[in-house]
């Protein structure tokens, strides 16, 4: 007979945006450091099979998991909190759902029956959920190591707490099956083994200056009216709530005063699982669970907490680096990218202070001058791409440290091949199918695909690194290191050649050598670019080693600066 899992359901209301991600994280790390087995999973209500073929302008990072998930943002929430892979099988869109439960219409497996929401979509709901729960899904992410966060493997595959974040916000339409399914399991579990924590608003209006409680009792109201009653109630406001406003929401939501929780701004959300230990929310869930003994390991929380410190009080000399981007109006569509260079920078105990630039937007590169490194994330598409050729070129001729990521990658090697060969209108055949020189073109098997979504080539492959290079060095003298992909174009085997002769060193390659994963230039500073997406694979504490390097040499451009402006200012 299997054990029961325990189940943490949280929902939110009044707007989207609370914090929800955060919410679950939070909890989720809390019962890590107490060295119990916890997983993650989020629902997304949208029609989109998944994340793949939505604008991150309009919907935030598209994430990628190990095993080639394009997946809503908040999955590396969870993994960066938890220092964990979370395979693809944990974001459920409503569109899986449908296909799966019409596949099954389709094969005749309901028997001639009518169809319908309850029970065949609700069940398919919770049979995805108990696959994660009860260890079918062998993908749980619980081989990883645990790198000092005390992941509770135990060696089991099974999570003993399975922490289910349902996307949108109570009363959408979308939402509804979604929680109908989630209100069944509680009867079916038993209420022993589910806990629901409705994530809701607390605003405080300058003109009367007082916390207000409508949106949450009004919020709660509709949760009730569709037969969930949450356990907490986790309010999302400026300042902390004071004991009056938690009384009044808890009279008007039917719960403890205790279990109502003040989730109010903070420098950093690392800082939230402390803020809401802080309130009593472990003993609370122990209770309710009617488990007890589970006391927090306190190496665990030494370990986290000195992480925490690292990243929120990282030192006082700052690191100045320009992000050059297709979506910065957006800070949401590069947020693995802003939370790598973070973590680099924690890691030399520098700051890093990072202006998103629309590469649309550069006419004269020259403004770049003042940043001590630029760094160049994933895109696709025609837009901007002029920009980020010439900003890779200012870059190079100006030794200032560069990472390019995916298109980045591609556009340097464009803008060598541009600048240095001279070939007048080399480009990639993704922005100018009619160039003369095709320094990058589509991958071989991408050919023959009609379909655009889930069919990139993603997730984790394994990639050779030369000897003798600064990526062997970069990556600790490794000569294969794993990481995740999401692209469609390639370096083109043609120009290699002529690229290597010119100073371009491609120093690493993927599937037998055909593909190009790493370009470096040796006579510069720092100037790298990776095919893959290293920001995947950063946490807090163990930052991915091409965002370390690039961080550190860009500490020594700004050091270097800073001592050639003291020495200028002796001399006058």
Known sequence: M?????FIFVTGGVMSGLGKGVTTSSIAKLLQLADQRVSCVKIDPYLNYDAGTMNPV????????EDGGECDMDIGNYERF???????????TTAQVYASVIDAERRGEYLGACVQIIPHITDEIKRRIRAIAYGEDKNNGFGDSDRGNGNGNGGDSKPRFLIVECGGTVGDIESLPFL??????????????????????????????EQKTKPTQHSVQELRRIGIQPDFIAARCASPLG????QKIAMFTNVTP???????DAGSILQVPQMLHEQGIMDSIYTKFGIFGMLNTYSNWDRWNATVKSMTHPGKDPISIAMVGKYVT??????SVNHALKHAGASISRPVNIDWIDSESITDCSALSKYDGILVPGGFGTRGSEGIIDTATYARQNDIPYLGICFGFQLAAIAFGRSVLGLEGANSTEIDPDTPHPVVDLLPEQKNVSEMGGSLRLGSNAISISEGTMARKVYGGAAQISKRHRHRYEINAEFIPALREKGAIFSAESDSGRRMEILEIPSHRFYMGVQFHPEFNSRPGFPEESFAAFVRAAAESADGRAGSSAAGGGAA
């Open 243 to 246: 004991d009056k406003i938690k």
């Open 180 to 209: 109908e399914a989630l209100r069944q399991m509680r009867i079916e579990e038993g209420p022993h083994n589910v806990l629901f924590v409705h994530v809701t608003l607390a605003p405080e209006l300058d003109v009367v200056g």
């Open 58 to 65: 309009a919907h935030g990072e598209v994430f990628v998991t």
């Open 2 to 6: 299997q054990s029961a899992a325990k």
């Open 258 to 264: 205790q279990d109502v929780l003040s989730c109010h």
């Open 82 to 92: 938890l220092n964990q892979n979370i395979p693809k099988s944990h974001n459920i």
């Open 330 to 335: 957006l800070a949401d569509s590069y947020v």
